[in-house]
């Protein structure tokens, strides 16, 4: 059967999804995660045949040196044993392969073909997502080598935001700087769009209103949504800023960085490092960069890695709505967003103020709609797939 590979690679995971068209639909089959790529890494392989949460059919351990870490090769030699699993396992052919890619900059605000320009083009980019764009652009490398001569499509986090005005994206710096591509970009855009898509089916009327949406998990970010149309997002030049994440910081003054510069003598290595890897929930919590293991801490920094968090996603949800000038419809997704029912009600809570308000059955049972029937904002809690949302790209660009 002819499928559709999709790739959603990053700094030490790999994602992989089988999806293929059934009667102008997409529909996904086998999911696979690996997880550490710097090895030991542990290789999972989910069906989506009959559940659509999926079911869990193998799973394998891969060693550093099968990963051939010490070569750099970790990405090229997961995805070679995930291809022959499914030579292996499945009858499913590939015929073409989806990748999301973090960052497309000015030069892309839809997902293309991938040909060497654009391989040249997103290179470039580099410097605007270090962590994550070699990445993604490695894989593409390597379904290149792998699977030779299947067309491929890239899709990008920041397509969706391409929307937001000038004055909303802008930084206040020199001109000359803005040209050079120094400007709040928005991340995430993949999910936003798929959120927007699911809600479009559940109530198109509310979708086509005011809606903000939080993607909350280790990666974290919010966006207005306004007729369908990305506003304003709390993710700006990189995916550092807005929101306290796993183990990234989040908003921090400028003057912060100058002030390590100068009194602890860090360079931009140094910086990014603790920026990136060792702020965020693990740095106030000196415990863990995982939500779930913050709330079994129990320690008073744990909670307050959780308090800031909520603190911070309220404020932003008051910036967010005054891009918009009001709010008919609430929505969480992402890994914390769509299971942690205690802070979605922590957050309704302090935006009780806008009209939300949970009904605490639904919001346990983590229903779609888990807003109270006398609730002036409409709150949901929908999965994402971004996986699907590429695979729909893909399969519409190459038909």
Not at 109 to 125: F, G, Q, R, W
Not at 193 to 216: F, P, T
Not at 221 to 227: L, P, V
Not at 265 to 278: G, H, P, Q, R, V
Request: glycine share 8%; aromatic share 6%.
């Amino acid at each position: 059967m002819n499928s559709i590979l999709i790739v959603n690679a990053g700094s030490s995971s790999l994602k992989c999804s089988i999806f293929d068209e059934d009667g102008g639909d997409i529909r996904q089959h086998f999911r696979v995660k690996v997880a550490n790529l710097s090895g030991p890494a542990r290789l999972e392989i989910y069906d989506h045949s009959e559940k659509i949460d999926g079911i869990l059919v193998d799973k394998l351990d891969l060693s550093a040196e099968e990963l051939d870490v010490a070569h750099s090769q970790a990405h090229h030699q997961a995805l070679s044993v995930v291809m022959a699993w499914l030579d292996r396992n499945t009858r499913f052919k590939i015929t073409q392969v989806g990748h999301r890619i973090v960052h497309g900059g000015d030069y892309y605000s839809e997902p293309v073909v991938i040909t060497p320009d654009v391989m040249d083009n997103l290179a470039k980019l580099i410097p605007l997502a270090p962590l994550h764009q070699p990445y993604n652009l490695k894989l593409v490398e390597v379904c290149q080598d792998l699977l030779p001569g299947l067309p491929q499509v890239a899709c990008f986090d920041t397509a969706f935001h391409s929307s937001i005005p000038d004055v909303a994206r802008n930084f206040a710096i020199p001109q000359a700087l803005t040209r050079e591509g120094v400007r709040r970009y928005g991340f995430h855009g993949l999910s936003y769009q798929y959120i927007h898509n699911k809600l479009m089916e559940l109530d198109s009327e509310l979708a086509q209103g005011r809606m903000v949406v939080a993607h909350l998990g280790a990666g974290a970010s919010m966006c207005a949504i306004d007729r369908g149309e990305s506003i304003a997002s709390s993710m700006g030049f990189t995916a550092l800023d807005g929101l306290p994440m796993g183990s990234r910081c989040g908003q921090i003054d400028p003057g912060v960085l100058l002030y390590l510069m100068r009194e602890h003598k860090m360079d931009a290595d140094a910086i990014e490092t603790l920026l990136y890897k060792k702020s965020g929930w693990l740095g106030v919590s000196g415990l863990s960069s995982d939500m779930l293991t913050l709330h079994k801490g129990g320690t008073p920094h744990a909670q307050e890695a959780i308090d800031m968090f909520v603190y911070r996603i309220a404020r932003e949800t008051g910036s967010l709505v005054a891009s918009m000038g009001g709010l008919d419809s609430f929505v969480f997704t992402g890994g914390v967003g769509e299971n942690d029912a205690e802070i979605r009600a922590q957050v309704a809570h302090q935006n009780e103020w806008l009209g939300m308000k949970l009904d605490p059955e639904r919001n346990s049972a983590n229903e779609y709609l888990i807003s109270a029937d006398d609730s002036k904002v409409k709150v949901f809690a929908i999965p994402t797939n971004e996986e699907l949302m590429i695979a729909r790209h893909t399969s519409r660009l190459l038909r």
